[in-house]
């Protein structure tokens, strides 16, 4: 299972999602959070995704606006569901994503003229 945490500071929430490859070569996934916009993202995304939703943005479900329109375009959620299903894919190390523990982005020069 290919398991990540998205923790949204400016916004105070915080997503746990989880993909799952399953028999058919499909994924299953699941979206624990406690922001309403993300819990339509996920009604919208849906629990099965494809292995084309995760690895080619054109026709990808995960990234498609009208999925996505309940979030704000500066969520992670997207990025995180393609994290968590590319790690469960074998397509980024596990061992790696240990060491590392995350991936974020930093706000600098918040107020430089």
Known sequence: MGTVL????????????????????????????NCDHVKDY?????DTLSIG???DRNGSR???PEVCFPCTITCL????VVSAAWLEL???SK???????SNCIVFTGVGDD
């Not at 998205?6 to 959070?33: Q, R, W």
């Not at 061992?95 to 523990?101: C, Y």
């Open 6 to 33: 998205v923790d949204m500071k400016f916004c105070d929430k915080k997503h746990k999602i989880k993909v799952t490859a399953k028999e058919d070569g499909n994924l299953n996934v699941h979206i624990a959070t």
């Open 53 to 55: 939703d995760v690895t």
């Open 90 to 92: 074998g397509m980024l």
């Open 42 to 46: 996920y009604k919208n995304l849906g």
């Open 77 to 80: 959620v997207p990025s995180g």
């Open 62 to 64: 995960v990234f498609d």
């Open 95 to 101: 061992s790696r994503a240990e060491q590392i523990g």
